[in-house]
């Protein structure tokens, strides 16, 4: 699995001036960039490049609401230009304006905005996952906020502003409002990257529904598969040969899990089953239903740990087991480490109980290597638009950004908004958009100044034939399980500063075909003597440390590209 290659930085094979000033960029030397941005300070007038967001059912807001749209008539410190976006509406619970920006180069930006609202309330500015929120001073203050950026290797980041609804006075404590105003959006880079690619795996979050079928003569879960469809599940990982998979609920049929996995995978501690005797003993059995399964040819795990949520509900089967979250030390291919957490949250409304699990698991992962990548696996029960994982999690964290693969494929990058309507469409199962699962494959980074490692998605994906059909040929499509294995691909990278133009063979700031002619010109000894005409490091196009023939096909490949 191991992948020894680098990523171009978006930049290589483009010409235009914007883009090669970037190459200059640094801390002390920052560099405008908010060419990228389309129309960042609203003055074309309308919502040009933007989309609005208004979590009331009955409109959207497409900008055609003069509440929700770009003026001219509003007034605020900081204005930029004639126009800027106003948005005020009742009975919202949310609204926002974001932008989705592509063909970024990769690297460390800072984001800017003036944003504005009521005295007390706050507006947020959002840049992927960065998040900084502002207190309004009245509805013609602008407040210069901003955030830093980290845009990847895929040169994508989002925009977000917005504010959330609050009470309006006494007596009115079922009438929400939200206002906010948003101007003079600025993109800042501070020093571009490349990322080498160090390793890559496949992992799942999957509930495996071990729950006993029956206890005595107690049915405990009477469609769960038992131990004859666990041993199907075995069978389906073996085939799907995921590197590893976060399990949940693996009680009574261990076992049967890994009949068919056994010489391939290993597997982390089964605490104890659902018994008998711990009917007459008394709840909750000592036991957590997680596990953790890996290819040992792939990765290996150690290190595991396990403990339990502070926050707990005695409802809703909560009460018979021990929930918390394992984590292990993750060795992948190259012999990297990270962190990975395998979890399970409380069940049913409780609602409270998970945002505080949420918060102790950013507490847990504020107390663990600051260098380390983190992927959380598991069945959180929690939904974006429903616990506020923002609040609890995210915005707890000290220094990483997170990200979740379904929203950055599915959504857009835009994480739902909380307070909004749970996304539960599955009309097409093969369209993820607007639906959610609770089995969730959060990745976190620290921050990518050069050397930091970074996780990066390539998909994300639910099962859609973990069927007793596929397994066993019966023509039976009944589901394996009621959860499907929620899958994300991923690649650990390493941040690397652009020092020079990968391809620029010439050193004349683009890659032409004149660049091929000079690279022929190196590979033949015609610029064997220092100092050098070509630059003999962007030369090595295919970033494999040597120049050989195949920085030709490299080269040429960038060229088609472009």
């Not at 210069?144 to 845009?151: I, L, Q, R, Y």
């Not at 895929?154 to 105003?181: C, L, M, N, P, R």
């Not at 009309?427 to 990518?448: F, G, M, R």
Request: charged fraction near 20%.
């Amino acid at each position: 699995m191991l992948c020894m290659m680098t990523a171009l930085p978006v930049l290589a094979g483009n010409t235009n001036d914007n883009r090669r000033r970037l190459l200059g960029a640094s801390e002390e030397n920052p560099v405008d960039a908010t060419w990228l941005i389309t129309n960042p300070s609203f003055e074309t007038g309308d919502l040009t490049g933007w989309t609005t967001y208004c979590s009331a059912g009955d409109y959207q807001g497409d900008g055609t609401d003069p509440e929700i749209a770009v003026r001219s008539d509003y007034t605020m410190t900081g204005k930029q230009g004639d126009w800027l976006f106003n948005a005020y509406h009742w009975w919202s619970g949310a609204l926002s304006v974001s932008q989705v920006v592509e063909n970024v180069p990769s690297g460390v930006y800072e984001l800017s905005a003036v944003v504005c609202t009521w005295d007390g309330r706050e507006v947020y500015l959002s840049g992927n996952s960065e998040k900084v929120t502002a207190t309004g001073v009245n509805d013609a203050t602008g407040i210069p906020v901003s955030v830093p950026v980290v845009v990847g290797e895929d040169g994508v980041f989002t925009i977000t502003a917005g504010s959330y609804g609050a009470w309006w006075v006494e007596g009115h404590e079922s009438e929400t409002q939200t206002f906010f105003k948003l101007d003079d959006v600025r993109l800042t880079c501070k020093g571009l990257y490349e990322n080498q690619e160090l390793a890559n795996f496949t992992a799942a979050a999957l509930n495996v529904d071990g729950l006993p079928q029956k206890v005595l003569t107690f049915e405990l879960n009477a469609d769960g598969p038992g131990s004859e469809g666990t041993k199907l599940i075995s069978k389906y990982l073996k085939q799907k040969g995921y590197d590893f998979i976060g399990v949940s609920e693996d009680f009574n049929y261990h076992g049967s899990l890994m009949e068919s996995l056994n010489d391939e995978y290993d597997s982390g501690t089964i605490r104890t089953t659902l018994s008998v005797g711990g009917i007459f003993s008394g709840f909750p059995f000592d036991t957590d239903g997680l596990n953790l399964i890996w290819k040992r040819a792939q990765v290996q795990a150690s290190g595991e740990s396990w403990t339990r949520w502070n926050d707990r509900t005695d409802t809703d089967g909560n009460q018979y087991v021990k929930k918390g979250y394992r984590h292990y030390d993750m060795t992948l291919s190259n012999g990297t480490l990270i962190d990975v957490y395998v979890l399970h949250m409380d069940a049913g409304d409780a609602i409270s109980s998970r945002e505080g699990q949420w918060r102790q698991l950013a507490d847990a992962v504020n107390a663990a290597d600051p260098n380390r990548p983190k992927l959380i696996i598991g069945d959180t029960n929690s939904r974006w638009t429903r616990e506020d994982i923002n609040a609890n999690f995210v915005n707890r964290l000290n220094g990483f950004t997170v990200g979740d693969p379904w929203v950055k494929f599915w959504r857009g990058g835009v994480f739902p908004q909380p307070g909004t309507g749970d996304l539960t469409d599955q009309t097409d199962p093969a369209n993820l958009t607007n639906y959610e699962v609770v089995d969730k494959l959060l990745y976190l980074n620290p921050s990518a100044t050069e050397g930091a490692l970074q996780l990066q998605p390539r998909s994300f994906r639910l099962e859609q034939d973990y069927t007793y059909g596929t397994v066993d040929g019966s023509g039976n499509t009944k589901a394996l399980g009621d959860h499907r294995p929620a899958v994300g691909e991923f690649v650990l990278m390493r941040v690397n500063k652009v020092r020079f133009l990968r391809g620029d063979v010439n050193r004349d700031g683009s890659i032409t075909i004149a660049d091929v002619t000079a690279l022929v010109n190196v590979l033949l000894g015609k610029d064997d003597t220092e100092p050098y005409v070509y630059d003999h490091e962007a030369a090595d196009a295919n970033a494999d440390g040597s120049i050989t023939i195949a920085d030709v096909t490299a080269l040429v490949n960038i060229l088609l590209v472009k």
